[in-house]
């Protein structure tokens, strides 16, 4: 839940921590590089400045080209609570790029979707869901996904 008045006054405690219990700031900055692609497209190749983790999301989101971010509030683990990235492969059917003994690569893949989004690879659409933007698609159809199995090989699948 978004706050709708951000006028002078702080919001109730309650809906604050409900935001941010949510992951929504982060989701917020993600859509906001986002919008911000669109209004100052990048200039450049954006090939050359992403990562390996970020082409590993492009060649695995290349048929469907729809993303989720989620996490686990509940969970014991402190690394299962990480907000990860989705990609939905087909239809109802994701993997993601999070696994608790690994934590340092989980964070690589949420930093190259934030690549991907500040190079405008990415359109955010409603709360948690993005998906590829025209040029992600032909950025991701000029990779080859072989040589990005082994990165690939991370992601788990995840109920739909």
């Known amino acids: 839940m978004l706050i709708r008045n951000l006028g002078s006054t702080a919001p109730e405690p309650s809906t604050l921590i409900k935001v941010v219990g949510e992951g929504y700031p982060t989701i917020a900055a993600l859509a906001m590089l986002c919008a911000n692609a669109i209004t100052d ?88 869901d993005f998906s590829l933007s025209t040029k992600g698609y032909q950025l991701a159809d000029t990779l080859t996904a072989s040589d990005f199995e082994e990165l690939a090989a991370f992601a788990i699948e995840a109920e739909g």
């Open 41 to 128: 497209p990048p200039t450049g190749d954006a090939q050359e400045k992403l990562s390996d983790e970020a082409k590993t999301l492009l060649v695995t989101a290349q048929q469907r080209g729809t993303f989720e971010i989620r996490a686990t509030k509940v969970s014991f683990d402190s690394t299962e609570r990480f907000l990860a990235i989705c990609v939905e492969t087909e239809p109802e059917v994701f993997l993601m790029f999070r696994r608790k003994a690994q934590p340092r690569q989980t964070i690589k893949f949420f930093e190259g979707f934030a690549e991907l989004c500040r190079c405008g690879l990415m359109i955010h659409h409603l709360q948690k």
